[in-house]
Nanobody, 122 residues
């Protein structure tokens, strides 16, 4: 069992930056591919970024590529999402997720956080 707790959301102007963090409980953090997803009102949840268990490989949705950076600190059981050049269309609830024993390209995750709101004003 893994529990995920996100933080770092908030209100920011277009062009600004935010850094989200997700802390995982348990001793097997390195067993999980970690991902960030987001969901805007009236839309389905969508994939944003993922990072491999070692942190050596990453994957991004086209909509965030070049603006967002996912990273992890396995010593701290934490995964981050650095979001730069934010746009109003990035407004969403952002969720951290963990996939056990999965490859980087998986979109099936086993554990989810409660989400953190990101609002980008124009």
């Amino acid at each position: 069992q893994v529990q995920l707790v996100e933080s770092g959301g908030g209100l920011v102007q277009a062009g600004g930056s935010l850094r989200l963090a997700c802390v995982a409980s348990g001793r097997t953090f390195t067993s999980y591919t970690m991902g960030w997803f987001r969901q805007s009102p009236g839309k389905e949840r969508e994939f944003a970024a993922a990072i491999s268990r070692s942190g050596g490989s990453t994957d991004y949705a086209d909509s965030v590529k070049g603006r967002f950076t996912i990273s992890r600190d396995n010593a701290k059981n934490t995964v981050y999402l650095q979001m730069n050049s934010l746009k109003p269309e990035d407004t969403a609830v952002y969720y951290c997720a963990a996939a056990g024993g999965a490859t980087l390209t998986t979109r099936t995750y086993d554990y989810w956080g409660q989400g953190t709101q990101v609002t980008v004003s124009s």
